[in-house]
């Protein structure tokens, strides 16, 4: 079964609106951790965030911000007045205390047009 | 600051071939993992080292094999290369501290990664 589910596999935008990215997970640990990558045309994959299950403060960083609900499993990505450079894919990823591999959801393609 | 450094960047093999891929992990990382990205697909875990040992096994094939060397970098060796192992390998490390015998994760910081294209 899918740990990580992102159920957005595209998305365009108008440059300057607002994306929200939805990630879903899913485990039995009560100690895990969750990560948003992003992955730029190039291909690298580039760390955004880690956040472990007892903090849920939500966390913002310049145009990028992150709604973590330990209620519902999600843990959703919000970009801000997006721009072109935004454009990639967009990963979520879960680690569980038990084990150090990291689950990647399906990842979401963004696409910010001018 | 000094990142992951992964080798070759590109690489063509033919079929039943075998491949080499290194990887030099972050200073001071102690723990490496690879992963294989297939086209338009997520990353999927293969294997992990801490402190030079196997510490965990994902999807990876038995012609597949890895070690972490006594300087921490690893090497992901491939052989009788298939079609189907064409893709972009990912090598990230972290600094895993070891708690009661659990390792507590911490974030992967990921490589460039090598595109590998089997003909």
């Known amino acids: 079964a899918q740990k990580v589910t992102q159920a957005q596999t595209e998305i365009s935008v108008v440059e300057k609106e607002d994306v929200t990215l939805d990630c879903v997970y899913e485990t039995r640990d009560t100690t895990y951790y969750l990560f948003w990558y992003k992955q730029p045309p190039s291909g690298e994959l580039v760390f955004l965030i880690r956040?472990?299950?007892?903090?849920?403060q939500n966390e913002i960083s310049g145009r990028y911000s992150w709604n973590f609900q330990k209620s519902t499993s999600s843990f959703n990505f919000t970009i801000t007045a997006s721009q072109v450079v935004d454009s990639a894919v967009y990963f979520c990823?879960?680690?569980?205390?038990?084990?150090?591999?990291?689950?990647f959801g399906t990842g979401t393609s963004l696409t910010v047009i001018p | 600051a000094a990142g992951v450094i992964q080798s070759p960047r590109h690489l063509i093999k033919e079929k039943r071939e075998t491949a080499t891929l290194k990887c030099y992990p972050i200073p001071r990382h102690d723990t490496v993992y690879w992963y294989q990205q297939g086209p338009g697909q997520d990353p999927q875990f293969l294997i992990s080292?801490?402190?030079?040992?196997?510490?965990d096994k994902g999807s990876i094939p038995d012609r597949f094999s890895a070690q972490q060397f006594s300087d921490y970098h690893s090497e992901l060796n491939m052989s009788s290369l298939e079609l189907g192992d064409s893709a972009l390998y990912f090598c990230?490390?972290?600094?895993?501290?070891?708690?009661?015998?659990?390792?507590?994760?911490?974030?992967?910081?990921f490589g460039p990664g090598t595109r590998l294209t089997v003909l």
């Open positions: 080292f801490y402190e030079k040992m196997q510490s």
């Open positions: 990230a490390s972290s600094l895993n501290v070891e708690t009661s015998g659990r390792i507590s994760t911490d974030t992967q910081y």
């Open positions: 956040r472990n299950s007892f903090d849920e």
């Open positions: 990823a879960l680690s569980e205390y038990r084990g150090n591999q990291f689950y």
